[in-house]
T-cell receptor
Framework: AQSVTQPDIHITVSEGASLELRCNYS??????LFWYVQSPGQGLQLLLK??????LVQGIKGFEAEFKRSQSSFNLRKPSVHWSDAAEYFC???????????FGGGTRLMVKP | SAVISQKPSRDICQRGTSLTIQCQVD?????MFWYRQQPGQSLTLIAT?????????ESGFVIDKFPISRPNLTFSTLTVSNMSPEDSSIYLC???????????FGPGTRLLVL
């Protein structure tokens, strides 16, 4: 069965600092990979996705992620964090483009002024 | 993309009662999913609800507790039956457009059971 691990439960960064959120997955084939963000009291918003092709994908709000097959990772990055980025971030894996997703445990990002 | 609405957005219910959550999509979609997010936790898939067939439940979830209807391609309901405080969660529906690709989520229904 596929699984998704987000090793960092909480991360605190200063506004303007760079950010990297880690995501590792366990799955036999090349997965479909997603990052979602959930602001307090809100639903999930898609930040970016990887299906195939270029392993560095760009998303909304200045986020990017890199798929590394050799490391089974799909880490999310942002060069300069804004206070509005404080939220919960979820990495998710699917075994085809439209089917059920398996979610990681989430990483709560706090941003210091 | 798909625009999804859920009703109610939140509710407080007494134990032993049932609540039906509605999910409405602005376009026709074949695949619809229901997830549960317990307090401080990640999302867990409850079931897949495809129009024209019975819902498929994940391990740990049963139809008697979480009956699902999918009467057409734009609408579904999830009922949380005989509720207990352990059912206090956010319930989210999601869809994948028929051309494939991304799964889109509704805003969620925040349920508190007393």
């Amino acid at each position: 069965a596929q699984s998704v691990t987000q090793p960092d439960i909480h991360i605190t960064v200063s506004e303007g600092a760079s950010l990297e959120l880690r995501c590792n997955y366990s799955y036999g084939a090349t997965p479909y990979l997603f990052w979602y963000v959930q602001s307090p009291g809100q639903g999930l918003q898609l930040l970016l996705k990887y299906f195939s092709g270029d392993t560095l994908v760009q998303g909304i709000k200045g986020f990017e992620a890199e798929f590394k097959r050799s490391q089974s990772s799909f880490n999310l990055r942002k060069p300069s964090v804004h206070w509005s980025d404080a939220a919960e971030y979820f990495c998710a894996v699917g075994y085809n483009a439209g089917n059920m997703l398996t979610f990681g445990g989430g990483t709560r990002l706090m941003v210091k002024p | 993309s798909a625009v999804i609405s859920q009703k109610p957005s939140r509710d407080i219910c007494q134990r032993g009662t049932s609540l039906t959550i509605q999910c409405q999509v602005d376009s026709q979609v074949t695949m619809m999913f229901w997830y549960r997010q317990q307090p401080g936790q990640s999302l867990t898939l409850i079931a897949t609800a495809n129009q024209g067939s019975e819902a498929t439940y994940e391990s740990g979830f049963v139809i008697d507790k979480f009956p699902i209807s999918r009467p057409n391609l734009t609408f579904s309901t999830l009922t949380v039956s005989n509720m207990s405080p352990e059912d206090s969660s956010i319930y989210l529906c999601s869809v994948t457009p028929d051309f494939g690709g991304t799964q889109y989520f509704g805003p969620g229904t925040r349920l508190l059971v007393l």
